[in-house]
């Protein structure tokens, strides 16, 4: 499964920026609809964090404590792709954000996904 992430950049402190990541290279008999979708980061200096995760079907998501009321997840399965829309960004919140996808349909974001793709830079200016 190869996953391209887009919508990085630079923003202010207080503004919103939304991350896509498009999904393709399948296995014989999956889909895109068949895998969870996720979203981490990772900050210099720092460990890789979970920011968020939604089920197959897009009813379900989880979310990191950090962005908890700030980001959200969202898929569009006719598309192969997901999103991550990040409202009211903080200089904490840059890092180089990672879409993953995991063949556990209810994968929530507490191991490791399988699938990683390359990383796209966020950065928040105070």
Do not use: H
């Given at each position: ?32 609809s068949s ?17 968020a995760a ?61 699938y990683w ?10």
């Amino acid at each position: 499964v190869q996953l391209q992430a887009s919508g990085g950049g630079l923003v202010q402190a207080g503004g919103s920026l939304r991350l896509s990541c498009a999904a393709s290279g399948f296995p014989s008999g999956f889909s895109f609809s068949s895998y969870s979708m996720g979203w981490f980061r990772q900050a210099p200096g720092k460990e890789r964090e979970f920011v968020a995760a939604v089920i197959w079907s897009g009813t379900r998501r989880s979310y990191g404590d950090s962005v908890k009321g700030r980001f959200s997840i969202s898929r569009d399965n006719a598309k192969d792709t997901v999103f991550l829309q990040m409202n009211t960004l903080k200089p904490e919140d840059t890092a180089v954000y990672y879409c993953a996808a995991d063949p556990n349909p209810y994968y929530e974001g507490t191991l490791s996904p399988t699938y990683w793709g390359k990383g796209t830079q966020v950065t928040v200016s105070s």
